[in-house]
């Protein structure tokens, strides 16, 4: 029991730190500090090197040098914040409604079955709540933020062990 809630405090500490750095670090104004258009069947994911083939379910990075991954599901992304240990600029995930990029900390995002994302991680992001809402009833799953996605950590313990 004891262990448990340990590991509870740890999970509770390691979000806290993940979504404060990302809320304060600066987002900048300079051409080349925003995402790039995603040239599906052309760029590959910065983790698992896959072909990024499906609008809607990828993001981006940019770390302090200005330099820009592209990852082909939220999850790849969010597994390469953990494992990155260093200070990232900017991250933005895409609207699987359409509306282009969304901040990763203003995104809304559902979490739903392994098979609705491109490498299994079932996470959906969306600019609106009203359309996160909407596709959570239609396809199943929970609605939540940043700081949910983070804390459903099972679903993400296979892949981040098999790249720390």
């Known amino acids: 029991m004891a262990s448990g809630l340990l590991a509870a405090a740890l999970v509770g500490a390691l979000v806290g730190a993940l979504v404060g750095a990302l809320v304060l670090l ?10 790039e258009p995603m040239r599906y069947d052309r760029d590959t994911c910065a983790r698992c090197r896959m072909r990024i083939s ?3 379910q990828g993001g ?5 040098e200005g330099k820009l991954t592209k ?3 939220v999850g790849c992304l969010l597994v390469a914040l953990w494992s990155e240990h260093r200070e990232v600029t900017s991250a933005w995930v895409e609207d699987h409604g359409g509306g282009g990029f969304v901040p990763l900390t203003a995104a809304w995002f559902v979490l739903g079955a392994s098979s ?4 299994g991680f079932g996470v ?3 600019q609106e709540e009203g359309a996160a809402r909407a596709h959570a009833l239609r396809h199943g799953g929970t609605v939540g933020r940043l700081e949910d996605v983070l804390r459903d950590t099972a679903r993400f313990q ?3 062990a098999s790249r720390e």
């Open 116 to 119: 609705e994302s491109p490498m």
């Open 54 to 56: 499906q609008p809607g």
């Open 71 to 73: 990852y082909d599901d």
């Open 60 to 64: 981006e990075l940019r770390d302090p």
């Open 158 to 160: 296979r892949a981040r």
């Open 124 to 126: 959906t992001a969306f």
């Open 26 to 35: 600066p987002g900048g104004s300079d051409a080349g500090a925003g995402p």
